[in-house]
């Protein structure tokens, strides 16, 4: 008969998986980027401008987040021992992270309080850019939350 440690290190293998966070993180930016925030938009008693600072507030929140998640992620994708195998992975999330930190979140929030000050800014791809790295981050954490590292094989019956 196995020991407690034996049973409680059986029940806690599968957090060393990478892909339980994968799905978890794709679940938050799903429900942000392509549910709430657009919904914000839609609501017919908001103003442009609350709709624009909401965004911009749920977006930053969102963004600090998915920040320690990715620390997280390179954690579990260490211990996993998959990091030879999904290190590009993980490269194109840290690099998706770096431009949406560093670039486009503080472009688009400095746009949203010019709209708030009552200037329209001109155009920009920003928005578009950032559209467009939510989706491959997306992707990319679906991908890998698919992946399995070598030699760890799923199973239902705790060893």
């Known amino acids: 008969m196995p020991s407690i440690p034996d049973k409680l290190k059986a029940l806690a293998r599968p957090l060393t ?3 339980w966070l994968c799905f978890a993180w794709f679940g938050l930016t799903a429900g942000v980027s392509l549910l ?3 919904v ?6 908001q103003t442009r401008v609350i ?3 909401v965004a911009r507030v749920l977006f930053e929140a969102l963004n600090r987040v998915e920040l320690v998640l990715l620390i997280l992620l390179l954690v579990l994708v260490r211990i996993s021992g998959g990091a030879r195998e999904l290190w590009a992975y993980c490269a194109i999330l840290t690099l998706l992270m770096i431009a949406q930190s560093a670039w486009l979140l503080p472009e688009l929030s400095a746009r949203a309080i010019m709209i708030a ?4 800014p001109g155009p920009s791809i920003a928005h578009g850019a950032y559209a467009a790295t939510e989706l491959v981050k ?4 679906f991908l890998l939350g698919l992946r399995r590292p070598p030699g760890r094989a799923p199973t239902l019956d705790a060893p």
């Open 17 to 19: 998986q990478p892909s």
């Open 36 to 38: 709430a925030v657009p």
């Open 40 to 45: 914000n938009f839609t609501a017919p008693l």
């Open 51 to 53: 709709a624009l600072d």
């Open 117 to 120: 000050g009552g200037t329209e």
């Open 138 to 141: 997306l992707a990319t954490l």
